[in-house]
Structure formats: structure tokens, C-alpha cells
């Protein structure tokens, strides 16, 4: 019996031993290990690829998303208690970013046949106090929309992306295709290894087209600093570390050759799954998808533990993306505690990530479906 992995990263990055070793001992070579030319090289290329004017690197996800809204403060264009929307089916660091600047979050439930924002429900949890839109391209799905677009000018709201799990995706209308990252103010992106675009340990990029902003989130990552010993903001130190810049450079290269093989496997996976005890998320030509993963949906009465547990002992692992949803976090429950996200917590009791990575072989894929299809739970 095979065993399949639900992630084997060492797999995934084997491809690129050779630039990754290269990467490593140029740098370490170097002399130079922070702030140096693979960092300036790494954010001119993302920055390119993106399409937007500026990159500005940083040390995780987390961060790149909290720098925004502290400069968006700081820059006086939000305020401390000012309102943020945000989905409520998020991963937690979507909501850390906002609550660690004093903003106060307000969840939005998704759209249970999508997994993204319910437009329907944005505007509708749109009070006077909401001055910013947080968008989460969750799974590697575009979550950007004209009618988002057309929400965001109607009620004066800053929009940010966070393109944490979706790197190559892009939203298409007749401008074209643009990358999900260049869609708002500003985007946060993390490079975690099992990111689409994965370092081998923490990194993190803000992408804009506002140079003011850019050059308060690169001050603030810097003690806030812009001269050396000249602090103009209480900043914070937030950096990517050559080594992490060179890696990604070379990596970067063969980002959408990746997201092709992800299509793929998706493809694979929605000609070939029956769907008896299960639905899989609709798909729209206008918001591309990346598939960092591959969510299904165990209909009602389906028990994921007993399901996930069948499919282990075939050889099949399987992950939850996310079992608990922030607001019953219990850092939260003063925050959230008397609210309830019906959608959202439906989606969070029964959804289930199957295997998708790069790598993946077309013998293991089909032992997959075929479990999953005469499995009897
Ligand atoms: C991974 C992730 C983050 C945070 O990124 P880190 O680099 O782990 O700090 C933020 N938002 C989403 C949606 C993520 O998946």
C-alpha cells in the first residue's frame, strides 16, 4: 500500500537543488547577509512579476500585513477603532494584522459554494465606521471581483489583499489578466515554505503602487528609520535575509510552470472525484486559481474525523484548512465571543484539504480518487 503525503515540500524543492545551493553559497560567500543585492534583486523582480511599482520585503506574511495598516495609520489615513472588513473564514494572521494596530475587525461571512467573501454579505456588514476592506485570496483563489471594486468606491474603502496562498493568481476582465497583489492599496504576501512561492524559512513582501506607502512600510521595518540613527517612527526590525531573497529569486522563475502543474491536479481531481459525500468549491473564468490547496466540502451528516481517519489507513493523508475559525479562537472571544458566522462555521466543521503539490505523480493522484471514490463512511 502507498503512502501519500499530504505536503512532501522536500519534493517540491528538490527540483531546484541546484539554484538552491548555488543561491546559498553565493551568499554566504558574500559577506553580505542582510540588505544587500539579492534583497534589492528579489523585490525589482517580485515587484515586475506582480506589476506594481513597488516591493518592499519583510520577514513573514504576519508582518507585511501588519505594516500596512501601521503606516496606513501612521500616515493618518486610518485611525485607532477604525473598522476593517474582513472575511470571517480567514486564516488567524489576516485578523492579527488588524487588531495589532488597534483596527477593529469585522468578519464577513463567505460564500459556502465559493469558500470566498459573500459580496452580498460585505455590503451588508458595511457600517460608517468601515474604512478598509481586507480581501484574502484563501486557497490560492482570487477573491477580487468588479463588484468588489464598485463596493470599495461606493463606501470610500481602502482595499488590501492578502496574497498570503495565492502568488500567480489573477483576476481577468477586459483590461486583461492582472495578478492578484496589484488589485488594491497594498498586498501582503508571505513566502513561507509551503507557500506557492515557499522560502526555506520565513520571509514576506508588501506589492503597491503608492510610494508614500511603500516608503513608510519600508521606514517602519526599519526601527523606523529612513537615514540611519534618524528615527521617525517607534518602527519595528522586520527583514528578509539574503539567503531567503536569493532562494525566492531563483525560484520566482519557475513560479507559474508550478501553478500550471496545481491547475492540473485540480483539473485531475474535478474530472475524476465523485461526488457522493462531498461538493467541490465552483469555479468562475474571472477569478483565477492557484490551488496552494484543495479543499472539499463533507456534506452534512459526513463525520470528518471518522472520513479523514478511513482514508489514513489507505495511505491517503488529508489536512484541515482550518478547524477552528478565528472567532471562537479563544484570543478572541471577547472580541467576537456573541457573534455567530453560520456559513463560516459550517464550512470550518466540515472542509478537508486533499494532496496538491507540485510533484505529485499521476500513479498517486489516481490511487487518491479511487479511495476517495469506494470509500464507505
Ligand atoms: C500564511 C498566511 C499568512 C501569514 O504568513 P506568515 O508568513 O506565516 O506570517 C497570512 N494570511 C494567510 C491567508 C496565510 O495563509
Known amino acids: 500500500m502507498p503512502t501519500i503525503p499530504f505536503l512532501d515540500l522536500k519534493r517540491v524543492n528538490q527540483r531546484y537543488q541546484q539554484i538552491i545551493d548555488e543561491a546559498v553559497a553565493r551568499v554566504a560567500r558574500s559577506g553580505r547577509y542582510l540588505g544587500g543585492e539579492e534583497t534589492i534583486a528579489f523585490e525589482t523582480d517580485f515587484s515586475a512579476y506582480i506589476g506594481t511599482n513597488y516591493c518592499v520585503s519583510c520577514a513573514n506574511g504576519l508582518d507585511a500585513l501588519t505594516l500596512i495598516y501601521r503606516s496606513l495609520v501612521a500616515l493618518g489615513r486610518l485611525e485607532e477603532g477604525d473598522e476593517v472588513l474582513v472575511p470571517a473564514n480567514t486564516f488567524i494572521a489576516s485578523i492579527l494584522a488588524i487588531t495589532e494596530c488597534r483596527l477593529k475587525p469585522v468578519l464577513v461571512e463567505p460564500d459556502l459554494l465559493t469558500l470566498q467573501i459573500s459580496e452580498d454579505a460585505l455590503e451588508k456588514a458595511i457600517t460608517p465606521r468601515c474604512k478598509s476592506l481586507m480581501i484574502v485570496h484563501l486557497y490560492g483563489r482570487c477573491a477580487y471581483s468588479s463588484r468588489i471594486e464598485e463596493i470599495c468606491k461606493k463606501y470610500q474603502l481602502m482595499l488590501v489583499e492578502d496574497n498570503a496562498q495565492a502568488h500567480g493568481c489573477c483576476f481577468v476582465d477586459e483590461r486583461g489578466c492582472r495578478k492578484t497583489g496589484s488589485l488594491s492599496m ?81 483539473d485531475y481531481y474535478y474530472q475524476h472525484l465523485s461526488q457522493h459525500d462531498f461538493s467541490l468549491p465552483t469555479k468562475a473564468p474571472q477569478q483565477s486559481h492557484v490551488y496552494h490547496l484543495f479543499p472539499i466540502l463533507l456534506n452534512d451528516g459526513v463525520n470528518r474525523e471518522h472520513w479523514r481517519t478511513a482514508l489514513a489507513q489507505k495511505g491517503v493523508n488529508t489536512d484541515i484548512h482550518y478547524p477552528i475559525p478565528p472567532h471562537r479562537q479563544p484570543c478572541y472571544i471577547k472580541t467576537f465571543g456573541h457573534q455567530s458566522f453560520p456559513v463560516t462555521e459550517r464550512i470550518h466543521r466540515s472542509i478537508v484539504s486533499l494532496p496538491l503539490f507540485p510533484g505529485i505523480t499521476l500513479q498517486e493522484m489516481t490511487y487518491i480518487i479511487e479511495q476517495i471514490n469506494t470509500s464507505t463512511v
Open 186 to 266: 497594498a498586498a501582503g504576501h508571505s513566502f513561507y515554505p509551503t507557500k506557492t512561492l515557499g522560502a526555506l524559512g520565513d520571509a514576506g513582501a508588501v506589492t503597491t503602487n503608492d510610494k508614500e506607502l511603500a516608503d513608510t512600510i519600508r521606514a517602519i521595518a526599519n526601527y523606523g528609520s529612513e537615514r540611519r540613527y534618524h528615527n521617525i517612527f517607534q518602527g519595528r526590525n522586520s527583514r528578509m535575509d539574503e539567503i531567503q531573497a536569493a532562494v525566492l529569486r531563483g525560484k520566482l522563475r519557475f513560479l507559474d510552470v508550478e501553478n500550471i502543474e496545481r491547475q492540473r491536479i485540480a
